[in-house]
């Protein structure tokens, strides 16, 4: 009797893990939220940062991207949750194949790094920037247009004022921080993508 109730009830788990094949509407929703997601990504990681650098003045380029990032890290931050969400929901734990768990492994790493970004590392890096700025200001830096314009003042500034030295140092190092975990979440999604479309009987 025993038996046939553990039997039963395994039956029972098999059934309620099996259930809850997505629709057509929960498809397309999550392809357009992958899609867009990982074009966005594309855009500010690999165009949008590089073409203002070089065509607008270093302060205004710092201003921007002090208001655009942290917005474009919240909108990424949703957009890996829905994904996450309507994954999980369809593929229960019990049933997970080994592509799909990395699958799951590959989204929680892209929320992650999104949240850190979004809560932690770009508040910081537009604080020390605006500090950065501040001493630039001072000494008639900051209009320049392109990375490499008056790269000897700057030079000199960081050899004359340790305090600014310090700052660029500190800035540095959370905007790497921040690029490489950028790059990471872009790899992940760009990786779920490729799953996802490899998995589409047709075009």
């Not at 109730?5 to 929703?29: C, F, N, R």
């Not at 392809?31 to 165009?47: H, K, N």
Request: aromatic share 12%.
């Amino acid at each position: 009797m025993t038996e046939v109730t553990e039997e039963g009830a395994d039956l029972q788990l098999g059934s309620m893990a099996s259930e809850g094949t997505p629709g057509d509407h929960v498809k397309v929703i999550q392809l357009l939220v992958l899609s867009a997601s990982f074009g966005m990504q594309f855009w500010v990681t690999f165009v949008a940062g590089f073409v203002m650098i070089a065509n607008v003045p270093r302060h205004t380029f710092g201003l921007v991207q002090s208001k655009l990032i942290p917005f474009y890290h919240h909108i990424l931050l949703c957009f890996i949750f829905v994904n996450l969400a309507i994954f999980a929901s369809y593929h229960p734990r019990e049933l997970l194949s080994p592509a799909e768990s990395i699958q799951i492994v590959l989204f929680l790493i892209s929320l992650i790094t999104n949240a850190m970004n979004a809560r932690w590392f770009s508040p910081v890096i537009s604080k020390i920037m605006f500090k950065v700025q501040v001493i630039e200001k001072e000494h008639g830096l900051g209009q320049e247009v392109g990375r490499s314009a008056n790269k000897e003042g700057y030079r000199l500034l960081q050899n004359k004022d340790p305090k600014y030295c310090d700052l660029r140092r500190r800035f540095m190092f959370y905007h790497a921080i921040s690029s490489f975990s950028n790059l990471l979440s872009f790899l992940c999604n760009g990786a779920n993508l490729v799953y996802i479309a490899a998995m589409l009987p047709t075009l």
